[in-house]
């Protein structure tokens, strides 16, 4: 599948027009038609990168799509990591729906969290 083809299905999927998808880019509405047309090479990384942020998808999604970054061949990802889920809670800004979560707001998710693992918790203490 090429570029364009992807493009035009990602801002569908999205539910966008292509003028919504300029509006929420701010990469001109006639060059993403043109680019969906496949009358445009690949856009530079620049455009990708507002692109991206027009689509809410993440850069590195979309510069693979492009060609700018390899493909992982299957098997090839490396196992991530576990995140401490606490710790990111109180490490971090975040923001939900729109909303950013005070230090309270956290404490409860933390509380809620608490609460749904404690069963698990306690059978494997058992």
């Known amino acids: 599948m090429y570029f364009y083809d992807k493009?035009?299905?990602?801002?569908k999927l999205k539910g966008y027009t292509i003028r919504e998808l300029a509006d929420?880019?701010?990469?001109?509405?006639?060059?993403?038609?043109?680019?969906?047309?496949?009358?445009r090479n690949i856009p530079s990384p620049d455009v990708l990168m507002k692109l991206s942020e027009g689509l809410n998808i993440p850069y590195a999604e979309l510069m693979?799509?492009?060609?700018?970054?390899?493909?992982?061949e299957s098997g090839e990802d490396k196992p991530k990591a576990p995140v401490n889920l606490r710790r990111f809670l109180h490490d971090n800004e975040l923001i939900f729906d729109g909303?950013?979560?005070?230090?309270?707001?956290?404490?409860w998710v933390e509380r809620m969290l608490s609460a749904l693992f404690?069963?698990?918790r306690n059978s494997r203490n058992e």
Do not use: C, F, H
């Open 7 to 11: 493009l035009k299905d990602l801002r």
């Open 64 to 72: 693979k799509i492009a060609g700018y970054l390899d493909k992982p």
């Open 99 to 107: 909303i950013e979560l005070t230090e309270q707001d956290k404490e």
């Open 118 to 120: 404690w069963k698990e």
């Open 24 to 39: 929420r880019s701010g990469v001109s509405a006639a060059y993403i038609s043109q680019l969906e047309n496949g009358n």
